[in-house]
């Protein structure tokens, strides 16, 4: 077995900076519908091993959720702490859980079954085989697409079989945004030269992602937050040690629950129409002018709006789950 070399285990894997520096991933196998590969989807079989804090361990959470394989496919999430040796399970921490599968209180206990001379990393996510004891994938990038293709059979709904988040008319694109985002926007970059809020743009399609079915529900941002702002305190010189967030500690919970600006407007000008055309049937007056101002953001148009609806929401109508639908989404608009 490899042995317990304390700190240097996680201290390798960063460079002078402090950066993680992501090395490939060990464990390639492939999971497939027919069971070519030796992995063949069931429902109940596979087990995920994640981490709330890392990035590349929550998509594969928001694919599987995305991709309606809740009752499918199972997980588990590491204390948000990752020590010298690792990951390691910690329910008494909010939002962790034990190993329900191996009863192990590390991760790299996990990769140990598997391989007793592994000398590589410890990472997360994983991919466990139940059925074989065994990692088939610890590639969140693989995993995911997995997830996307192979299980359409187990999916919940017919929505969320039908949905293709690698089309293949669109693979050669997103290849070629990844071999940009991943080395030039993601790996390593730091936490304290300035708030996501004070990027715009990033900003925006954040508030619009993380209010998207399947990413704010799979987010835990007090993992994240106590991740990074527990690492930064640490002395050592690794990426869990070096991260100084200070911008990070000071941010308030500024609208992440808003949606982005336009989306709203968009959405809610569509359901405007919606009632416009019932209108005599609610009686509620919806003018060509309101839209118009509704898609310029006029606040004081929304406000006179809802004050419209509110007086007829008790009114019986085919309606009815129209106006509540616009309601409340004007209501966020005019919180944001």
């Given at each position: 077995?490899?042995?317990?070399?304390?700190?240097?285990?996680?201290?390798?894997?960063?460079?002078?900076?402090?950066?993680?520096?992501?090395?490939?991933?060990?464990?390639?196998?492939?999971?497939?519908?027919?069971?070519?590969?030796?992995?063949?989807?069931?429902?109940?079989?596979?087990?995920?091993?994640?981490?709330?804090?890392?990035?590349?361990?929550?998509?594969?959470?928001?694919?599987?959720?995305?991709?309606?394989?809740?009752?499918?496919?199972?997980?588990?999430?590491?204390?948000?702490?990752?020590?010298?040796?690792?990951?390691?399970?910690?329910?008494?921490?909010?939002?962790?859980?034990?190993?329900?599968?191996?009863?192990?209180?590390?991760?790299?206990?996990?990769?140990?079954?598997?391989?007793?001379?592994?000398?590589?990393?410890?990472?997360?996510?994983?991919?466990?085989?139940?059925?074989?004891?065994?990692?088939?994938?610890?590639?969140?990038?693989?995993?995911?697409?997995?997830?996307?293709?192979?299980?359409?059979?187990?999916?919940?709904?017919?929505?969320?079989?039908?949905?293709?988040?690698?089309?293949?008319?669109?693979?050669?694109?997103?290849?070629?945004?990844?071999?940009?985002?991943?080395?030039?926007?993601?790996?390593?970059?730091?936490?304290?030269?300035?708030?996501?809020?004070?990027?715009?743009?990033?900003?925006?399609?954040?508030?619009?992602?993380?209010?998207?079915?399947?990413?704010?529900?799979?987010?835990?941002?007090?993992?994240?937050?106590?991740?990074?702002?527990?690492?930064?305190?640490?002395?050592?010189?690794?990426?869990?040690?070096?991260?100084?967030?200070?911008?990070?500690?000071?941010?308030?919970?500024?609208?992440?629950?808003?949606?982005?600006?336009?989306?709203?407007?968009?959405?809610?000008?569509?359901?405007?129409?919606?009632?416009?055309?019932?209108?005599?049937?609610?009686?509620?007056?919806?003018?060509?002018?309101?839209?118009?101002?509704?898609?310029?953001g006029d606040k004081g148009t929304i406000d006179k709006l809802i004050i419209e609806l509110n007086l007829v929401e008790d009114e019986p109508s085919s309606t009815f789950n129209d106006?509540?639908?616009?309601?409340?989404?004007?209501?966020?608009?005019?919180?944001?």
């Amino acid at each position: 077995m490899a042995s317990d070399t304390g700190k240097s285990d996680i201290l390798k894997w960063a460079n002078e900076k402090g950066e993680f520096i992501r090395k490939p991933s060990s464990f390639r196998n492939w999971i497939t519908a027919d069971g070519s590969s030796g992995f063949k989807a069931e429902a109940g079989r596979y087990h995920l091993y994640v981490s709330l804090a890392c990035p590349w361990a929550h998509r594969t959470l928001i694919v599987r959720q995305l991709k309606g394989l809740e009752d499918v496919i199972t997980f588990n999430v590491v204390d948000y702490h990752m020590g010298p040796n690792g990951w390691r399970f910690n329910p008494e921490v909010e939002g962790a859980t034990p190993d329900t599968v191996n009863s192990f209180s590390m991760i790299r206990e996990v990769y140990f079954k598997v391989d007793p001379d592994y000398t590589g990393r410890f990472t997360v996510p994983v991919l466990y085989d139940k059925v074989n004891g065994t990692i088939v994938n610890n590639e969140s990038s693989e995993i995911i697409r997995m997830l996307n293709t192979e299980f359409n059979e187990f999916c919940a709904t017919p929505e969320a079989k039908a949905l293709d988040l690698y089309p293949t008319d669109l693979r050669d694109t997103i290849n070629k945004l990844n071999e940009w985002i991943y080395p030039y926007k993601k790996l390593g970059r730091k936490c304290n030269k300035k708030r996501i809020v004070d990027y715009p743009n990033i900003w925006g399609y954040l508030r619009d992602l993380y209010n998207t079915p399947g990413f704010g529900s799979t987010t835990n941002r007090y993992h994240i937050e106590h991740h990074y702002q527990l690492h930064k305190r640490k002395k050592s010189g690794n990426h869990e040690t070096k991260n100084q967030v200070s911008a990070l500690e000071s941010v308030a919970y500024v609208h992440i629950n808003v949606r982005h600006m336009q989306q709203a407007i968009s959405e809610a000008e569509e359901n405007l129409l919606l009632v416009d055309e019932s209108a005599g049937a609610i009686g509620c007056s919806v003018t060509d002018n309101m839209v118009e101002e509704l898609t310029r953001g006029d606040k004081g148009t929304i406000d006179k709006l809802i004050i419209e609806l509110n007086l007829v929401e008790d009114e019986p109508s085919s309606t009815f789950n129209d106006l509540s639908t616009l309601m409340s989404k004007l209501r966020i608009i005019m919180s944001a």
